[in-house]
């Protein structure tokens, strides 16, 4: 499954292993492509889809089995990146083994509770998330705006894992004219981009309208959809005017996704942080984004990117409208982009995670001690 948070733990193992670390992945089990073999650092337990949500896989771990794969690989610390089953499951493994652990919260939940009809289970899924995290030496947040929300539900021992990103995948230089004409944008036609998961908490329903009541504004620009997702299929088959669902994309394709638009569209307000957003501002993007959630602890309206009222379509239209009429604001939007993408590296994000790490070990051995 490609979601903000996979990608986000893909990148972490790179990372730590080019620094010399051993990392173990425990992971429900997906579908690999025909002929690929699964990662090596990977163990899968059995699992199924999610009613809810089908593209998510529910696991079924068998906690002997994961307690004797940590026992041969003699962790130092254990990381765990989900609040569900496999979190469960490295929890307990943890506490039986004595092990220290840190917790990440990628998802606010009570956003997409809305979203998918479910907030009766807020009340009880609190009491859940609060038990669950309280195991944890300390639970990181990709943003302080999201801490401060844990915070406000009862979760105090929190610190901040947050994101970087990286200019040699994302940079204006990976602009291609070769893929702005597969999509039939010429060189004066103005290209409009989201890039992430096709879903509904993503308001991708809102983009839309707004981009239907463009339509007597907008002339030739074109709309590309980047991502995978439960809602790929039917937005395709709706055929809408001048809109591109590209599928997803890895690599330096998505590079040039970025790199080749003319203004980026995020109009979710359910991020924690908000990748995707703050790849295309490494990538020189002018970005239209909801004000909501994590993106508002780097996107400044005016200066880096054009906040509009979350949850409207109406505020998107209107936003759009104005960054595709005003060439000069999406250069300056552009700039401020680019210079704040230039403080945002990962470097600085993975030495403060490999310090939580350590002050969780070194916590764990005075409380041994004691």
């Not at 009880?124 to 844990?150: D, K, N, T």
């Not at 009541?213 to 937005?235: D, M, N, T, W, Y």
Request: some cysteine; glycine content about 8%; overall charge neutral.
């Amino acid at each position: 499954m490609v979601s903000g948070v996979g990608v986000t733990l893909l990148r972490l193992t790179r990372a730590l292993e080019e620094r010399g670390h051993q990392i173990r992945v425990y992971s429900a089990t997906y579908p690999l492509p025909k002929g690929q073999r699964d990662r090596a650092e990977v163990h899968r337990s059995p699992s199924i889809p999610l009613f809810l949500y089908p593209d998510v896989q529910w696991a079924f771990p068998r906690l002997r089995d994961v307690v004797d794969d940590v026992v041969r690989f003699r962790p130092d610390v254990v990381h765990v990146a989900t609040e569900f089953t496999v979190g469960v499951a490295g929890l307990k493994a943890a506490r039986q083994l004595r092990l220290p652990l840190i917790a990440s919260s990628h998802t606010d939940y009570e956003k997409y509770a809305a979203r998918y009809n479910v907030e009766w289970a807020l009340r009880v899924g609190w009491h859940y998330l609060r038990w669950f995290y309280g195991h944890a030496h300390r639970v990181l947040c990709p943003s302080r705006i999201y801490e401060q929300h844990l915070q406000s539900r009862g979760v105090a021992h929190t610190g901040v894992w947050s994101r970087g990103v990286d200019p040699a995948w994302f940079h204006p230089r990976f602009r291609s004219e070769a893929y702005r004409r597969a999509l039939g944008v010429g060189p004066d036609d103005l290209l409009v981009t989201y890039i992430g998961r096709i879903a509904r908490e993503k308001n991708l329903a809102q983009l839309l309208e707004a981009w239907e009541a463009l339509a007597q504004h907008r002339g030739s620009a074109k709309l590309a959809l980047v991502g995978r997702g439960p809602l790929e299929e039917e937005i395709r088959r709706r055929e809408i005017p001048g809109v591109h669902v590209c599928g997803l994309m890895h690599d330096r394709e998505l590079s040039e996704a970025y790199a080749s638009a003319d203004i980026f569209a995020f109009p979710s307000a359910t991020e924690t942080f908000g990748n995707s957003l703050l790849e295309a501002m490494g990538s020189g993007l002018p970005s239209l984004a909801a004000a909501a959630g994590g993106v508002l602890e780097f996107a400044r309206h005016g200066e880096n990117s054009w906040l509009v009222a979350p949850n409207s379509a109406a505020a998107v239209a209107e936003g759009l409208h104005r960054l595709m009429e005003d060439a000069a604001l999406r250069r300056r939007l552009s700039d401020g982009a680019l210079r704040t993408a230039r403080d945002r590296g990962w470097d600085e994000v993975y030495d403060q995670l490999l310090d939580d790490y350590r002050d969780a070990i070194e916590s764990r051995r005075l409380v041994q001690a004691a």
